[in-house]
């Protein structure tokens, strides 16, 4: 594995546990507004897309055909000012989760990832295969990993937002 993809995964992870330790279960669950997640429904959103993110990659290594596609630029999933909705398949559960089922959420993710990726000989080939990334288009898949972490840096502003609010 990468060196920097593991750091990268490692410091950001750490990043959004610091974020969350310490908050209560009903600091957690409370929403600032309607129209805006609970901090455990950010927790619960980055699960489901590690999960679907993984899945992705999975599939676009499988596929027969060798598209390759053209860089994206992925850096821009961490810009806030972009807002982008969620596809229904990543969007959280309405259910009230306590931090102890959000850290587990969370390391489950991420272990399924890195099962994959640590089994995965040729890590190069993940820079030649893309499959398609609802915001970016057909996507390379060494891309899709850098996305995971861009990902939850950018929901770790958000969580620091909600922080604010309540």
Known sequence: ?????????????????????GLSDEQLNRKPDQGTWSIAQVCHHLYLSESVFTQAI????????????????VQLAVDRTQKANAPDIVVPG?????????????NNSRNQFFEFYNHLEDKSILAEKSTKHPLFGYTPLDQW????????????????EIKSLL
């Open 1 to 21: 594995m990468s060196v920097d993809v593991v750091e990268n995964l490692t410091e950001t992870r750490n990043r959004l546990l610091q974020e969350i330790s």
């Open 58 to 73: 999975i599939y676009g290594l499988n596929k027969s055909n060798e598209r390759k596609a053209e860089r994206q630029p």
């Open 94 to 106: 309405n259910d009230p989760l306590d931090s102890q089922q959000i850290k587990e959420l969370l």
């Open 145 to 160: 990993v850098d996305l995971i972490y861009l990902h939850e840096e950018r929901h770790i502003e958000q969580i620091k």
